[in-house]
């Protein structure tokens, strides 16, 4: 490449270059993927990544030992804090909704067939997941509704009888649903330490596997539609830029350039 050539290029383009990205052999974007169908899984990680950026925010202000005052000076004081928090909310939300949909919109397809059958244990383990930690950070505002949710979780927990519930219920819920209601922080604090804690284990986690899901993606490719489609054209994986990329790929480009 000319020095010319060098002095053209963007910055984001000049950072992608020197970590390799460009000389990654994504395969093309075949003709059939230009349908809203296909992005469903680039906008749940485009709604997952914005969440974790907005929760990493939220963790600098957030206090266990006093939860809901704490969330209401979040909203009143910090700078932009109601945006931020409600922005994560609302994108927990998206994340969920638009989760349901590409589920079931590949198990229509048959998308879990062969041989995508570990892809879609993946991702029903993705969703549950996503499931637990909107439960553990939707209870971490300690509002009435996010006590109730963990007395009714915990009774739910216990309740099944199966050997051990007990204490599964005491390591995810530590000294109790009681507790959120205690006149002592340091009580309160246990509770909401361990909220916390499992909340972020599972994003965590939701990463770890969204790395594999997104990996089998890129090795299988993505499944077209049953029916004949004339735009489809066969296609042989190739190196490429990030404008050749799948929708998975070009959604956290987007997202990386947005956040420089």
Known sequence: ??????KKKGLIDQILDRVGVTEAPFFKTPDYMYNISYWLGAMVSGAFIYTVITGLFLLLYYMPANPYPQTQAIINTVPFGS?????????????????????????????????RELQWVTGVLLLALTMGASFFGYSLVSDVLGVNAINIGESLLVGTGFPGATT??????????????????LVKSQLFDRLLGWHIIMVFLIGVLFGIHFLM???????????????FRHFTPRR?????????????????????
Not at 219 to 229: A, V, W
């Open 83 to 115: 945006v931020i928090l409600f922005s994560h909310l609302y994108g927990a939300y998206i994340m969920i909704i638009l989760a349901y949909i590409h589920m079931f919109r590949n198990f229509y397809k048959g998308a879990y067939k062969k041989p």
């Open 240 to 260: 490429s830029g990030p404008s050749l990329m799948n929708g998975g790929q070009e959604t956290l480009y987007i997202c990386f350039q947005l956040c420089l």
């Open 1 to 6: 490449m000319t020095e010319t050539q060098e």
């Open 168 to 185: 599964i219920a005491n390591w995810l819920f530590g000294p109790g649903g009681d507790a959120a209601t205690a006149s002592n922080p």
């Open 217 to 231: 993606s890129e090795r299988y490719g993505m499944t077209h539609l049953q029916r004949r489609n004339p735009r």
